[in-house]
């Protein structure tokens, strides 16, 4: 089972995580939860660990007990302007930002973060299979950002976002290829191999 807190020194530990970063298209979303101290769950654990009526049936045990919990989205423009690796942890700054309750200490999922000011925190490897509060963080990441690239395929049909949620797959890449890219995309990823391509005026 995970642990429900990190040490008896901090009364509100926030768990942080984000979901999309490895996406070549669409904005990279961050949670961030406060659970009690003596929280326990069954099945709750790492997003990715679970399927997606799982996930989705968990939001809502997750906003019902947690002492506070936020969700924050980085749209594709400040990704390319910025870099994902600072705009993931941009988007997980303004998820605590959010929050109601001012958390003592972040758990961040991961090896790196950039300080949250006058908030300590603790970078934890594959965090969310470890507490519950980042699990939680990162299945509230997941849906919603998995519910927004639904939308957006509504409006882009081409790329089979509402089956790959913006990641590289082959039918992504084709979509890519055969009609061009979406104001969606995040161009200072390697979308094609010759994305340059893509990007000259004709």
Known sequence: MLKSFFSDTYQFEAGCDEAGRGCLAGPVVAGAVILPKDFEH??????????KTTRESLVNDIKEVAISWAIAVVEPEEIDRINILKASFLAMHKAVDQLKTRPDLLLIDGNRFTPYP???????????????????????????????????????????????????????????RTYGISPLHRKSF?????????????
């Open 190 to 202: 390697q979308l094609l191999p010759r994305q340059l391509d893509l990007f000259k005026e004709k």
């Open 42 to 51: 069954d099945i709750l654990t790492d997003s990715k660990a679970l399927n």
């Open 118 to 176: 006058e908030i300590s925190h603790e970078c934890i490897i594959k965090g969310d299979s470890k507490y519950f509060s980042i699990a939680a963080a990162s299945i509230l990441a997941k849906t919603h950002r998995d519910m927004l690239m639904e939308r957006y395929a509504e409006e882009h049909p081409y790329y089979g976002w509402e089956r790959n949620y913006g990641y590289p797959t082959r039918q992504h890449r084709d979509g890519i």
